[in-house]
Nanobody
Framework: QVQLVESGGGLVQAGGSLRLSCAASGRTFSSVAMGWFRQAPGKEREFVAAISRSSVDTYYADSVKGRFTISRDNGKNTLYLQMNSLKPEDTAVYYC????????????????WGQGTQVTVSS
């Protein structure tokens, strides 16, 4: 079992930055790959970024590439998402998730989910 708790969401103006955190407990954090997803009102949950167990591999959705950076600190059992140059279309509830796969970009491949944190970007 892995328990995940996101934090760091909030209201920010377009062009601004936020850093999301995801604190993990339970199963050894370094034994799972991690990902960030988001869900806007009326839309399906979509992939944002993923990172492998040792941070060697990272994947990003095209919509956030060059603006968002995923990272993890296995010593602190924490996953991060640095979000820069935010746009109104980035407004969503952001979720962190854990998977036993080496790395994954599909919702169905993730085993554990956090409760989400709201990010709102005003124009």
């Amino acid at each position: 079992q892995v328990q995940l708790v996101e934090s760091g969401g909030g209201l920010v103006q377009a062009g601004g930055s936020l850093r999301l955190s995801c604190a993990a407990s339970g199963r050894t954090f370094s034994s799972v790959a991690m990902g960030w997803f988001r869900q806007a009102p009326g839309k399906e949950r979509e992939f944002v970024a993923a990172i492998s167990r040792s941070s060697v591999d990272t994947y990003y959705a095209d919509s956030v590439k060059g603006r968002f950076t995923i990272s993890r600190d296995n010593g602190k059992n924490t996953l991060y998402l640095q979000m820069n140059s935010l746009k109104p279309e980035d407004t969503a509830v952001y979720y962190c998730a854990a998977t036993y796969r080496a790395i994954a970009t599909q919702n169905r491949d993730y085993n554990y989910w956090g409760q989400g944190t709201q990010v709102t970007v005003s124009s």
